[in-house]
């Protein structure tokens, strides 16, 4: 019975000293420049949520926020919700969001769940790529009696591409117009391509065909020629 007794205890105490995690989802993303995109806030392993208030960051140079709302996990055992707070700052790139539910019965939730899901988009203009993190600054779970209830924090890793650079090196047997097919794959929509060409005297650059991106530029051993 002693070593029963110890164990309950070790394993209790294990619990307190780390918490339950809460951790944005994804944890690693990556997003071209301009892409919208959707994290989450989850939680995992809790008993009886009543309340929370958190508090994240990010830079606002390489992301903005769009849209805060709260998951389904807080009232999913029919708790009524009373939000709080709810502020986007994309100028110093934070977000502010607390909510409340009411009542003693029924009691909140067990197990894990989405807390808040969080649209963002990605600077159109970046031309390098860009590692960003999003950072659970603070956060505060409590259970319907305001019982604090510990918590660890994982945030999330955000790679912006920068612009695709690549090499194209052809060879032609005879005399003639020549065609090279190029198609980039693993972008849902590109509307700027410039295209550099490197070639000699007597190989010359003749057009596209077939193109639905809206602004080409190429340059020629230097000089723009289309």
């Not at 944005?24 to 009543?50: C, M, R, W």
């Not at 090499?167 to 198609?183: D, N, R, T, Y």
Request: proline content about 6%.
């Amino acid at each position: 019975m002693k070593k029963i007794g110890l164990l309950v205890l070790y394993i209790i105490t294990f619990g307190q000293l780390f918490g339950q995690q809460v951790f944005i989802n994804p944890s690693e993303l990556t997003v071209n420049p301009g892409e919208q995109f959707t994290t989450t806030l989850e939680i995992a392993d809790v008993v009886n949520l009543g309340s929370f208030e958190v508090y994240l960051s990010f830079n606002p140079d390489y992301l903005n926020a769009q849209l805060v709302e709260l998951g389904d996990f807080l009232g999913s055992t029919g708790r009524t919700i009373f939000p709080l707070t709810n502020e986007i700052d994309n100028v110093e790139g934070n977000i502010d969001f607390a909510v409340t539910t009411l009542g003693s019965d029924p009691p909140g939730p067990d197990g894990d769940g989405v807390l808040l899901v969080i649209d963002w988009i990605a600077n159109e203009s970046l031309d390098y790529e860009v590692i960003t993190e999003l950072i659970i600054d603070n956060i505060q779970v409590t259970e319907p009696n305001g019982t604090i209830i510990p918590t660890e924090l994982f945030g999330s890793i955000i790679t912006i591409n920068g612009p695709m650079n690549t090499s194209l090196i052809f060879s032609a047997a005879c005399p003639g117009e020549i065609q090279i097919p190029i198609e980039v794959i693993g972008f849902e929509e590109i509307t700027n391509f410039e295209l550099f060409i490197e070639a000699p005297d007597n190989i010359s650059f003749v057009g596209f065909e077939n193109s639905d991106i809206a602004n080409i530029i190429v340059e020629e051993n230097g000089g723009v020629v289309s």
